[in-house]
Structure formats: structure tokens, C-alpha cells
């Protein structure tokens, strides 16, 4: 086993084309980030209706479950960085190292085998800890980071991503309030183009008709859209911060109970403080999902805002967002406590088994894709987490290690590589707004092509929100607060535009 004053201990080496795969294969989780944040943001909308409710129609369709799946998916691959491995494979590390920004952690320059060991000691800073969880110590050094420093680095790195968010949300609230301002005063262009008549009508009916893709908005309104949209990312920051956040501050708080001086230092505390928010988190996620009313979780802000949490969940099995906050942070509390080193990936596979078992039999999600997308994702983890415990045994050889670590990077690889095709036909799909291999669009020039778009957003379900007894103000292209009564407004075979 490592200790805080040992140098890095590493199996095998990494060769130039696999470091060449390591960085080509960073390269594409970055990009497929990137292509799932812009399609979350357009699910995230609450007027957003599939146009295909087959099955092929939903894999083509935005959605906002895929993005904290994959990553969370991904920080559960990078847990193998921290792992009670004695001398891993450098393969397997180097590719999970990769990660370490999903596990909120910047990597330093690395430093020479020297320089880690002076490193090494200056971590123990005359108090030597004695709760040995070598897999995060040996992290810290391949990563040229000090030791205690880890806990610091992950909250600082939640707490910068916070601070954006909120910043970004901030100034399109003062944006928005500022358009509003020049509305009210007649001073922009939205409310000089309205007609008196259009006005006092609008006014009289005290009704808004919405939808994302066919109604003008005054500027002031999509300002609004976008606060609540960083809202909404801002509570998905949340989400994918359980694991990291609980399984460093776990960390520093047992490396403050099991040092020689005892718990009660300066870091200790705050350590418990922060597992305890972590915690208080999810209980209170719970609390609020399962108290709410299936009326309340329909109304416009808080689904836009918080729709994450349960949109994708039957109402009855809404507490099922919070199982996989929970199951998050077990895994981050087994990392950090570790019983003991050749059980901690056991632990991991026993919490990911039982969260399976959960999914195949209660079946809490709306679509039967997602169903399948999360078993199958977990059974990697799973496949991940085995592999890891056998290069955790003290009998495997060096090329048993050296297979087993290939085994986990191809498993891994495989995954990304079918999550960005997917979103690349999902890009292709929302471009060219129809699905691939569709015999009815071949050959089908540019026209066709804007008249099956023009047809597709007419059967696009619109909503008619009425409201009684409230006074909208001067923002009447504004969406409402929280809409009492809606009337669906499809088109149907007869009736041109009918009211169900």
C-alpha cells in the first residue's frame, strides 16, 4: 500500500498511441458536453414538445436526461483514479486522471520524482494521518497536488462554476428589468409595432398564447427565458456536484478524525460542515420533490427551473431523482471511507448493483429509452468497477493489470463513442429537421424541406393559458407565473385547430 510519503507507484507504461486514443478521446467528451448542453437547454423549456412520440422520434428528440446521466456516468468512471490500487496500471490511470476536471479537480504541471516526494512529506505537516486512503493520496501526487489541498480545490471549483451561474442569471434579470423599463415607456420597437387594437384586446382577454418556435417575444421576455434557463443549469450543477463534493469533503474530515492531534483543527470542522450541506442538500431535494403537488410541479418557473429533478420521472416515483442523488453520494462516501482496500470497489459495485435492481423494477422513468440508457450505463460502471477490484488483488500479474486496464478504457471509449454519434444525428436531425432514412424525404429539394418544417411547427402542441382575476401589467408578451387552467390546442383531421 501507499502512504502520504511514498512516490508515485505505477504499473506498466502508456504508449504513444494510446496517449494519442487518451487525447482524442478527451477531445470527443468535450464535444459531446457541449452538443448535450445545447440540446438540454432547448428540453429544458416547458412549452418543448416532441414531435415523434415513436421510438426512433425519441432518439432523435432533445432531452433532459441525457446530459446529468452521461455525466454522471462519467465522474462514476473517473472514481477509478481514487481507487485502493496498488501500482495501477498506467494506462488505466492516465485515462482516468483525464477526467480528474469532472471530479472538480485542475491537475498541476508534472512535477520530477524528487519534487513529488518533497511534496509528499510536506503534506504531512508534522502530523501524520493515520487513516490510509492511498488510492486519493497516490491522485494527488500523479496530479502534483498537495494533499490537503483536494478538498479546497473541489469547492473552490464548485464555488467558481456558482458564482458564473448566478452572475449570468443576475444580468439577465437586471437585463430583463431594464428592457421592461424602455417597454413601458414605449421607447422600443416591440411596443411601438403593436396596434392599439391588438393592445386593448390583449388586455380585455387577459390571455397569452405561447410557444418557444412560432410567437414573437418582446426582448424583455426572452431575457427572462434566458435567467431562468441559468437557473435551471444552476440546479444542474447541483446534481452532478454530489459526488466530488461529498467524496473530498468525506476525505478531509477522516483524515482530521484519524490524525494524531485528533478532530477539532480548523479544516476538520469545516469538512463536517460541508458534508453536512452536501447531505442536507438531498434530504431537502427529497423533502421539496415528494411535498409538492403534481399542479405545483406543472407550473411554468418551477419547471423550467427545477424540471430536472422529476420531468423525466412518473409523479408517483418523483422520489426517484433523489435515489440517484443518494446513490451519488454513497459512492462518494465509499471512495472516501474505504473499509478497507480490496473491498472499496466491491462497495461500489454493491451500491450500483442495488440502484439497478431499483431501475428494472420499479421502472420509475416516462420513456422506455431512458430505462434502457441508464441500466445500460450502469452496467458498465459496473463491468468498470469489477475490473477495477481485480487489478485491486494483490496476486494480479502486470499483464493481467495491463488487460484489465485496456478493458476499462475500451468499455469507456465505447460508450462516448455511441453518445457522440448520437448527438451527431440529433444535430443532424434538428438541422435538417427530419429523420435519417426516412424513404418518404429522399430526394426532396430545399423546398420541400421548409414546407415539412412549416407543417411540422403548425401540429406543434401550443398552449392557451387564461387567467382571471389578475392583472398582467404593462408586460403582456410575458409568460404567466404560474398558470391556473390550460387548454390544449392541437390540430386535428376535420377541425383546423380544435380545443381539447
Not at 501507499?2 to 507507484?9: E, H, R
Not at 456558482?162 to 439577465?172: D, K
Not at 477539532?264 to 423533502?287: E, H, R
Not at 458498465?380 to 485491486?392: H, S, T, Y
Amino acid at each position: 500500500q501507499g502512504t502520504a510519503s511514498q512516490p508515485v507507484s505505477v504499473a506498466g507504461a502508456e504508449t504513444p498511441n494510446t496517449q494519442t486514443n487518451r487525447y482524442i478521446f478527451s477531445a470527443v467528451v468535450g464535444v459531446t458536453l457541449v452538443f448535450l448542453v445545447f440540446f438540454h437547454a432547448i428540453a429544458i423549456d416547458p412549452s418543448y414538445v416532441p414531435l415523434d412520440a415513436t421510438l426512433l422520434g425519441a432518439f432523435t428528440a432533445p432531452n433532459s436526461w441525457e446530459l446529468p446521466t452521461f455525466v454522471l456516468f462519467m465522474q462514476g468512471v473517473g472514481l477509478g483514479s481514487f481507487a485502493n490500487v496498488n501500482a495501477p496500471h498506467a494506462v488505466l490511470v492516465a485515462f482516468t486522471d483525464s477526467l480528474a476536471w469532472l471530479q472538480f479537480q485542475v491537475r498541476h504541471e508534472a512535477a520530477s520524482g524528487g519534487t513529488r516526494r518533497l511534496e509528499a512529506v510536506a503534506t504531512d505537516d508534522g502530523d501524520a494521518a493515520v487513516y490510509d486512503t492511498f488510492g486519493i493520496q497516490q491522485f494527488a501526487l500523479r496530479s502534483s497536488i498537495r494533499e490537503k489541498d483536494l478538498f479546497l480545490h473541489a469547492w473552490t471549483f464548485f464555488l467558481i462554476g456558482l458564482a458564473v451561474l448566478m452572475a449570468c442569471a443576475i444580468a439577465c434579470t437586471a437585463v430583463a428589468r431594464v428592457l421592461h423599463d424602455r417597454e413601458v415607456n414605449g421607447t422600443t420597437w416591440f411596443h411601438r409595432s403593436l396596434s392599439n387594437h391588438n393592445r386593448r384586446h390583449h388586455r380585455r382577454q387577459r390571455t397569452h398564447m405561447s410557444s418557444s418556435l412560432t410567437s414573437s417575444q418582446p426582448p424583455h421576455v426572452t431575457a427572462n427565458h434566458m435567467a431562468r434557463y441559468v437557473l435551471a443549469f444552476t440546479v444542474l450543477w447541483g446534481i452532478v456536484s454530489i459526488l466530488p463534493l461529498s467524496m473530498m469533503s468525506a476525505y478531509e474530515c477522516m483524515q482530521d478524525v484519524h490524525s494524531t492531534s485528533g478532530f477539532g483543527s480548523f479544516t476538520g470542522l469545516v469538512s463536517l460542515a460541508a458534508l453536512i450541506a452536501v447531505v442536507s442538500a438531498v434530504v431537502g431535494t427529497a423533502i421539496a420533490v415528494t411535498s409538492m403537488s403534481e399542479v405545483d410541479l406543472t407550473k411554468f418557473n418551477t419547471k423550467a427551473m427545477f424540471g430536472v429533478l422529476y420531468v423525466n420521472l412518473h409523479y408517483d416515483h418523483r422520489l426517484f431523482g433523489a435515489v440517484s442523488l443518494v446513490v451519488q453520494l454513497a459512492s462518494g462516501a465509499v471512495v472516501a471511507l474505504a473499509p478497507t482496500a480490496s473491498s472499496q470497489p466491491l462497495w461500489l459495485v454493491g451500491v450500483h448493483a442495488i440502484y439497478m435492481g431499483l431501475l428494472v423494477v420499479v421502472r420509475p422513468f416516462v420513456t422506455s429509452l431512458q430505462l434502457m440508457a441508464t441500466v445500460l450505463l450502469e452496467l458498465c460502471l459496473l463491468a468498470v468497477f469489477a475490473m477495477v477490484a481485480v487489478m485491486a488483488s494483490p496476486a494480479t500479474s502486470l499483464q493481467t493489470k495491463r488487460t484489465v486496464a485496456f478493458g476499462v478504457v475500451g468499455v469507456v471509449c465505447c460508450v462516448i463513442l455511441i453518445c457522440f454519434v448520437r448527438n451527431l444525428v440529433k444535430l443532424w436531425v434538428y438541422i435538417a429537421g427530419k429523420v435519417p432514412f426516412d424513404a418518404a424525404d429522399d430526394d426532396q429539394g430545399d423546398h420541400d424541406v421548409t414546407s415539412r418544417r412549416r407543417k411540422r411547427r403548425t401540429t406543434r402542441q401550443l398552449q392557451l393559458v387564461v387567467r382571471s382575476g389578475c392583472d398582467l401589467g404593462p408586460d403582456t408578451g410575458g409568460l404567466p407565473a404560474s398558470p391556473i387552467n390550460t387548454i390544449q390546442l392541437v390540430k386535428a383531421s376535420n377541425n383546423p385547430l380544435a380545443i381539447v
